[in-house]
């Protein structure tokens, strides 16, 4: 009969295995030395504690980018985010990125040469997207909550290009627009912050969820999961490819123009109120 291994032999060797393989614990009094600048170790309970709060504060305030970022960095371990890095590993390119280690700021991406650029270029519709919505490179957070250097940069690759998934598909980034760009990135990405996001659905208009789902949620997930996968582009170096172009090699359908729609809808709500008030001064 085969020995039972005695628990404290037991023990010993589960701690001799390789640190990944092992389940790392600290407490809120001594925690370990940052493993990059900026990094914040958390305990297994200061995240979920993390997750929790951030989903909450993010649906009562969309616009709180901070908690949406903390959202994404609590829920993206241990599959979905390292599942991204493998796929980085697995393309030429994003095996590049991966080694170069690019940012997207505002000194990096140089936006008064990118307004210069041709109509339909990539760089230019960057640059017109950020300056219509009155944003810049520098707003998204910085991550600081992923314990693992190399995955840290691949959630701050996405989180610095999310701005260019916008331009391609020029959703305006009002609620309703970043949700249905939170859903093609969840179906191309997996990241669970993505889909929790999709929560805020219930603060839209009637109307406006109708159509978000009748609409952008179909062409989100359709999209989404067709197209390549976005963290392996270089954008840096498609600044000058046309979007029409870049849409088509990627696989990506251009979606319905959403401020032309809200355009049409607004200008017939004030022509039947005009009519309404026409009939009523007759």
């Known amino acids: 009969m085969r020995a039972v291994m005695?628990?404290?032999?037991?023990f010993r060797r589960l701690l001799a295995l390789p640190t990944p393989l092992r389940v790392r614990t600290f407490s809120v009094l001594n925690r370990p030395q940052p493993n990059y600048p900026g990094h914040v170790?958390?305990?297994?309970?200061?995240?979920?504690?993390?997750?929790?709060?951030?989903?909450f504060g993010s649906l009562r305030d969309p616009y709180r980018h901070d908690l949406i970022a903390s959202?994404?960095?609590?829920?993206?371990?241990?599959?979905?985010?390292?599942?991204?890095?493998?796929?980085?590993?697995?393309?030429?390119?994003g095996r590049r990125i991966l080694r170069d280690k690019p940012r997207i700021t505002s000194q990096s991406m140089r936006l008064?040469?990118?307004?210069?650029?041709?109509?339909?270029?990539?760089?230019?519709?960057?640059?017109?997207?950020?300056?219509?919505?009155?944003?810049?490179?520098?707003?998204?957070?910085?991550?600081?909550?992923?314990?693992?250097?190399?995955?840290?940069?691949?959630?701050?690759?996405?989180?610095?290009?999310?701005?260019?998934t916008h331009a391609i598909t020029g959703l305006p980034v009002i609620i309703e627009g970043e949700l249905a760009v939170k859903a093609f990135e969840f179906a191309n990405t997996l990241l669970p912050m993505t889909a929790l996001s999709l929560v805020a659905v219930v603060r839209l208009k009637p109307v406006e969820r109708k159509r978000f789902w009748d609409i952008y949620l179909p062409w989100a997930l359709r999209n989404g999961l067709k197209a390549e996968e976005l963290i392996n582009v270089y954008w840096e170096e498609e600044l000058e490819t046309n979007v029409d172009v870049l849409r088509a090699r990627l696989g990506i359908e251009a979606p319905p123009d959403?401020?032309?729609?809200?355009?049409?809808?607004?200008?017939?709500?004030?022509?039947?109120?005009?009519?309404?008030?026409?009939?009523?001064?007759?």
């Open 112 to 164: 008064e040469e990118l307004r210069k650029m041709d109509d339909g270029t990539v760089g230019r519709a960057y640059a017109a997207w950020l300056d219509r919505e009155g944003v810049t490179p520098d707003t998204r957070d910085a991550v600081k909550y992923i314990d693992d250097p190399e995955e840290a940069y691949v959630m701050q690759r996405y989180r610095e290009t999310h701005d260019f």
């Open 41 to 55: 170790p958390l305990t297994y309970i200061e995240k979920a504690a993390l997750a929790v709060g951030s989903a």
């Open 71 to 93: 959202l994404g960095e609590a829920t993206a371990n241990p599959y979905f985010l390292p599942r991204l890095h493998r796929a980085m590993l697995s393309d030429p390119t």
């Open 258 to 282: 959403l401020r032309e729609i809200r355009k049409v809808e607004r200008d017939k709500r004030k022509a039947e109120k005009a009519a309404v008030e026409s009939l009523r001064n007759a």
């Open 6 to 10: 005695p628990p404290p032999v037991l």
